[in-house]
């Protein structure tokens, strides 16, 4: 019943910049962005708490990318700037029923989107 769909993946040149979004049908009080890329585990990226807008960011995404929420339209966004060879990826959009320790875990979320492919050329 509860579904979440990320748009906006695609390809880009190395040093470009790529917008995510994620449509979501209810608010959560965690949202989260995920990527997975071939033979390796997933990986947090950003995450949001909707109660006070804090971020949560991987070393990885720190300083270039940067995670959204806009209501009332219930969407998540993931804004990615600077983009390298190594950002290429599937990326997920995920969702918290409630409160998390950890915020950058896959394990802390009960809702995936579908997924949606970012490839970033050399």
């Known amino acids: 019943q509860v579904h979440l769909v990320e748009t906006g993946g695609g390809s880009v040149q190395a040093g470009g910049s790529l917008t995510l979004s994620c449509g979501t049908a209810?608010?959560?009080?965690?949202m989260a962005w995920f990527r997975q890329a071939p033979g390796k585990e997933r990986e947090g990226i950003a995450a949001?708490?909707?109660?006070?807008?804090?971020?949560y960011y991987a070393d990885s995404a720190k300083g270039r990318f940067s995670v959204s929420q806009d209501n009332p339209e219930n969407s998540l966004h993931l804004h990615m700037n600077n983009l390298t060879s190594d950002d290429t990826a599937m990326y997920y959009c995920?969702?918290?029923?409630?409160?998390?320790?950890?915020?950058?875990?896959?394990?802390?979320?009960?809702?995936w989107g579908q997924g949606t492919q970012v490839t970033v050329s050399a």
């Open positions: 209810s608010r959560f009080p965690y």
């Open positions: 949001i708490f909707d109660v006070d807008g804090t971020t």
């Open positions: 995920a969702s918290s029923l409630g409160w998390v320790r950890r915020p950058l875990l896959p394990d802390e979320y009960t809702y």
